[in-house]
């Protein structure tokens, strides 16, 4: 049982069957898809999803997938009450949606391209590819790999050595393109046209955007079915951002939720902050840029889904905030230290923009806030290796360790004495 209607363009209406296409034939605005809400009405249920899977296909129905071909184990990641970190942050309910644990390659990705690439199947392609900042082209070469189908995954030459290897694993073709993403996602397109192969993020878009609405779908269900009153959202290509704002207002026009007219806020790195640039001026015209940040896997100058991102935020009332290079370190740390999180910059991104709405009273210290951390911290160790002081060597002898104890007081009272002057 499917609720899809079909494809229906977002600025002129223009209604088509679900095909693989995602440029309007009439105005070249974007395509969605779209669902008959009034016939899921009294059967997708709280009951009916609970009975689901553990995974993010637990949402099917409110998914533009009839039969998932992959994805079987992804999504449903842990929304953890971060009371370690609230109390550093002066706040009371907070807590992180965790996909740096997201199977298998560990960030938000999964859920895209579970939906993607079993749409893929189902329209009869062969061969999928993507163009990335890394982590989309991690999930696309390891599901390709786990449904047989051939890969090719294009990504800008200067990534990090973990999100290169993390691709590469899987066998599928990757090119490093000299460039920017938008370079890479500008070939692609061409790549797509000339070649017929399924892009998930290009001519499947479409339904590539759709998977991402599952990880609003599960904060509320975690939260039993309550909306958070603030969410804070990485913005890239701008998929995740208004994709969650979807999932919140789906679940409110089902009835499974409150209105509580919840609020979203948009984090960039102050290195490429196009839409927040846009949000702080009060015009919906979204300026590229060439990026310059260790947040790579945010890094799009021209996003093609800035401009939804800008509306989403404005309509639900948010804001939107960048950080530093130096602020996206630290927060990376903090959440380390305080949650046991290790996240990419792109979740130290999202936890620094977080700190600055709370500081400025945009976000009230006592409501529900919900900060999303999208990736793992484990494929972009070049951020921190110079930050941490490297372990010391010492003979296996207790000795040797009751020293080193003795010394390491020494350091803290001294840094301590520094500190307090
Ligand atoms: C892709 C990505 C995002 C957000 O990308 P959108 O294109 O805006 O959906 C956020 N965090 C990480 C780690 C990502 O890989
Ligand atoms: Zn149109």
Same mark, same amino acid.
Do not use: I, L, Q
């Given at each position: 049982m499917s609720y899809v209607l079909g494809l229906k363009c977002k600025e002129c209406g223009h209604r088509i069957p679900a095909k693989p296409l995602h440029v309007c034939e009439q105005c070249f605005g974007p395509y969605e898809v779209e669902y008959d809400y009034a016939a899921m009405k009294? +059967? =997708?249920t709280r009951e009916s999803i609970a009975k689901g899977p553990k995974s993010l296909w637990r949402y099917k129905d409110l998914l533009p997938v009839a039969t998932p071909k992959v994805g079987f184990h992804s999504g449903f990641t842990p929304l953890k009450k971060a009371d370690r970190l609230a109390k550093e942050l002066g706040c009371r309910n907070l807590y992180i949606k965790d996909d740096s644990c997201n199977y298998p390659t560990y960030s938000y990705k999964e859920r895209v391209v579970s939906v993607a690439i079993s749409k893929a199947i189902e329209f009869g392609f062969d061969t999928v590819g993507c163009a990335s900042t890394g982590n989309l082209a991690n999930s696309v070469a390891a599901h390709a790999a786990q449904a047989g189908l051939k890969c090719y995954v294009m990504i800008p030459h200067d990534l990090e050595q973990g999100k290169v290897l993390g691709s590469l694993i899987f066998g599928p073709t990757m090119v490093r393109i000299r460039g920017t993403y938008d370079d890479v996602n500008r070939l692609c397109t061409e790549i797509a046209d000339k070649y017929g192969w399924a892009i998930v993020n290009v001519n499947l878009r479409p339904y590539y955007t759709e998977g991402a609405k599952t990880y609003g779908f599960e904060i509320a269900e975690q939260l039993g079915w309550q909306l958070p009153q603030h969410t804070v959202v990485p913005t890239a290509g701008g998929t995740i951002l208004p994709k969650i704002y979807k999932a919140y207002q789906e679940l409110i026009q089902l009835g499974l =939720?409150?209105?509580? +007219?919840p609020k979203i806020y948009s984090a960039q790195a102050a290195g490429c902050n196009p839409v927040v640039k846009a949000i702080h001026k009060g015009i919906d015209i979204i300026e590229p840029q060439k990026p310059n940040t260790i947040a790579k896997s945010i890094a799009i100058g021209n996003p093609a889904d800035g401009y939804y991102v800008y509306n989403a935020v404005k309509d639900s009332g948010g804001w939107g905030e960048s950080a530093t290079d130096r602020e996206i370190v630290d927060a990376i740390k903090l959440l380390a230290k305080t949650e046991g999180v290790w996240t990419e910059p792109a979740g130290g991104t999202t936890l620094a923009a977080a700190i600055k709405l709370i500081d400025q009273g945009r976000i009230p210290k006592d409501d529900t806030i919900v900060i999303s951390i999208t990736g793992n911290g484990l494929k972009t160790q070049e951020v921190v290796v110079d930050e941490l002081t490297p372990p010391r060597v010492i003979e296996a002898k207790l000795t040797e360790f009751d020293q080193l104890l003795v010394e390491n007081q020494a350091t803290a009272v001294k840094r301590e004495a520094l500190t307090a002057v």
């Open positions: 009294g +059967k =997708v =939720v409150e209105d509580n +007219k």
